[in-house]
């Protein structure tokens, strides 16, 4: 699992932005970081939804650092791109479809009961403009949420 201190591993992915473009980690760096991706199971579940959300009511205060905020799930962009639209998010949703930025990051859990398998467990990451992660916080508990004043606080250290 990627942990504080390691290079943040390096990725190209669809990003669902209201159209869907390619983004890839390492183009981003420069103009973009300190950069927040914010890994959720999966789009239109309650829990993922209030976090996304929470992510957005606070987006201000990480475009005040010079932080962009990106969550990232298995889901299609597509289906990221209706998700964006009904909660009036403003920042963009990285499809992981494959499961390789998952895997990557080492964060992949299933939820055996309901089939569903290789989602992301609910997790922070803040990467900084050299790539290197300067945050890290992954919970097994996909009920729980990041702390966001410690997101908020590792971005402002970051910046």
């Known amino acids: 699992m990627v ?9 190209t992915a669809p990003l669902a932005n209201g159209d ?14 300190p950069i927040v991706l914010a ?3 999966g789009a239109f579940t309650g829990v993922c939804t209030d976090e996304m959300c929470t992510f957005q009511d606070r987006l201000s205060a ?11 799930s298995r889901d299609s962009p597509f289906s ?8 009036d998010l403003e920042f963009g949703l990285l ?15 299933d939820f055996d009961d309901l089939g569903v398998y290789g989602v992301a467990k609910r997790s922070v990451f803040v990467v900084d403009a050299d790539g290197d992660v300067t945050y890290a916080w992954v919970s097994d508990d996909p009920g729980v949420e990041p702390d966001y004043d410690e997101v908020e606080a590792a971005v402002e250290d970051a910046a």
Do not use: H, W
């Open 39 to 41: 890994f959720f199971p």
């Open 62 to 72: 990480f475009e005040d650092l010079d932080a962009s905020v990106y969550g990232v």
């Open 3 to 11: 942990d504080t201190g390691d290079t943040a591993p390096d990725f």
């Open 20 to 33: 869907v473009d390619s983004f890839t980690l390492s183009d981003r760096l420069e103009d973009d970081a």
């Open 95 to 109: 499809s992981d479809f494959n499961k390789e930025i998952i895997d990557d990051y080492g964060i992949a859990m």
């Open 80 to 87: 990221l791109n209706e998700f964006r639209d009904q909660n």
